[in-house]
């Protein structure tokens, strides 16, 4: 699904995007947009756990610049969701992992989320 990963560039089905990304098990794609360009709040996970995955994971960047609040890592785990949290070219391998091991063990794709940071 997740082809490959430069710092600010993803090519996912083999469309190239140039902006942080959603993704989802069902290869939905969306434009991941936040309140605060590197910082991750509440606010800013809403749409994805809207979604009821089993696991959010999210990408901060090629050099770990995108800070994740406190207050938005527990709002994802109160939800009973798996949460994630790496360096986007580790966490992109990690989604794509997740989703096709899965689908060859279980039959059927884990319901993940990606929030993919392209940059810094």
Same mark, same amino acid.
């Given at each position: 699904?997740?082809?490959?990963?430069?710092?600010?560039?993803?090519?996912?089905?083999?469309?190239?995007?140039? %902006?942080?990304?959603?993704?989802?098990?069902?290869?939905?794609?969306?434009?991941? @947009?936040?309140?605060?360009? %590197?910082?991750?709040?509440?606010?800013?996970?809403? @749409?994805?756990?809207?979604?009821?995955?089993?696991?959010?994971?999210?990408?901060?960047?090629?050099?770990?610049?995108?800070?994740?609040?406190?207050?938005?890592?527990?709002?994802?785990?109160?939800?009973?969701? @798996?949460?994630?949290?790496?360096?986007?070219?580790?966490?992109?391998?990690?989604?794509?992992?997740?989703?096709?091991?899965?689908?060859?063990?279980?039959?059927?794709?884990?319901?993940?989320?990606?929030?993919? %940071?392209?940059?810094?």
């Amino acid at each position: 699904m997740i082809e490959e990963y430069y710092s600010g560039s993803i090519t996912i089905n083999g469309k190239v995007y140039q %902006h942080d990304v959603e993704v989802n098990w069902l290869g939905d794609i969306l434009q991941w @947009r936040r309140k605060e360009s %590197h910082l991750v709040d509440i606010e800013d996970v809403e @749409r994805a756990v809207e979604q009821n995955p089993e696991t959010i994971i999210i990408g901060i960047g090629q050099a770990g610049a995108l800070k994740v609040t406190p207050g938005a890592q527990d709002f994802i785990k109160e939800k009973g969701i @798996r949460l994630i949290i790496d360096l986007t070219e580790p966490a992109t391998r990690t989604f794509n992992i997740r989703k096709e091991e899965s689908e060859e063990e279980e039959g059927r794709p884990e319901r993940v989320i990606g929030l993919f %940071h392209l940059t810094c």
